[in-house]
């Protein structure tokens, strides 16, 4: 079992960055893919970005292809978003979530994760 925690969310004008962090614990974070996901108020939870268990395949919702990078740092047990050139549809509840079943592949369906943190809000100002 793997535990997630977000963080980096906060407040910034449009055009700006947030770099969002997903922490693990447990030993086996290495053969998770991870996925973010956002929620915005009124709105189902959606697939934004995800990387597999060594970082070598990425995947990315159209509208942030382009201005959001996923990464990770396995010794570290943690994954980031890096987001430039945000926008107010942007804001949400971001959630990192963990798919223990497909570890070389990413998936963008939220059925699909087995663990997830408990968010952080991102929100961009006009």
């Known amino acids: 079992q793997v535990q997630l925690v977000e963080s980096g969310g906060g407040l910034v004008t449009a055009g700006g960055s947030l770099r969002l962090s997903c922490t693990a614990s447990?030993?086996?974070?290495?053969?998770?893919?991870i996925g973010w996901f956002r929620q915005a108020p009124g709105k189902e939870r959606e697939f934004v970005a995800g990387?597999?268990?060594?970082?070598?395949?990425?995947y990315y919702t159209d509208s942030v292809k382009g201005r959001f990078t996923i990464s990770r740092d396995n010794a570290k047990n943690t994954v980031y978003l890096q987001m430039n050139s945000l926008k107010p549809e942007d804001t949400a509840v971001y959630y990192c979530?963990?798919?223990?079943?497909?570890?070389?592949?990413?998936?963008?369906?939220?059925?699909?994760?087995?663990?997830w943190g408990q968010g952080t809000q991102v929100t961009v100002s006009s």
């Open positions: 447990g030993r086996t974070f290495n053969s998770y893919t």
């Open positions: 990387i597999n268990w060594i970082g070598r395949s990425t």
């Open positions: 979530a963990a798919d223990q079943q497909r570890p070389a592949a990413v998936v963008t369906a939220l059925s699909e994760y087995d663990y």
